[in-house]
């Protein structure tokens, strides 16, 4: 009797653990920028870009910009700089 309640506590940790980690996992998926940068990025340090749509799940319309180092950025989609640099990206795309 011992080792089957041993049993059935493990097997409940485990399941807590298990949906723990899957609603991690569910909620990464939406992380949204809630604000903006306020640096310039230089397209040369850009490696890549997504756009952030306000309504879809997000608050805000941004840009996301991935740096070479994987740091993702988030960009005011209004601004100049943010538009000249997603024309560059769009056009170094297309080349390759």
């Not at 089957?4 to 980690?21: D, E, R, T």
């Amino acid at each position: 009797m011992m080792c089957s309640s041993k049993n059935l506590l493990l097997v409940a940790l485990m399941s807590v653990l298990l949906i723990h980690l899957c609603s991690k996992s569910e909620a990464s998926n939406f992380d949204c920028c809630l604000r903006y940068t306020e640096h310039v990025l230089h397209p040369k340090f850009i490696a890549g870009f997504t756009q952030q749509l306000a309504n879809e799940a997000c608050d805000i319309n941004a840009v996301i910009f991935y740096t070479k180092k994987r740091l993702a950025v988030c960009a005011d989609p209004k601004k100049k700089w943010v538009k000249k640099a997603v024309h560059i990206l769009s056009h170094r795309v297309k080349k390759m």
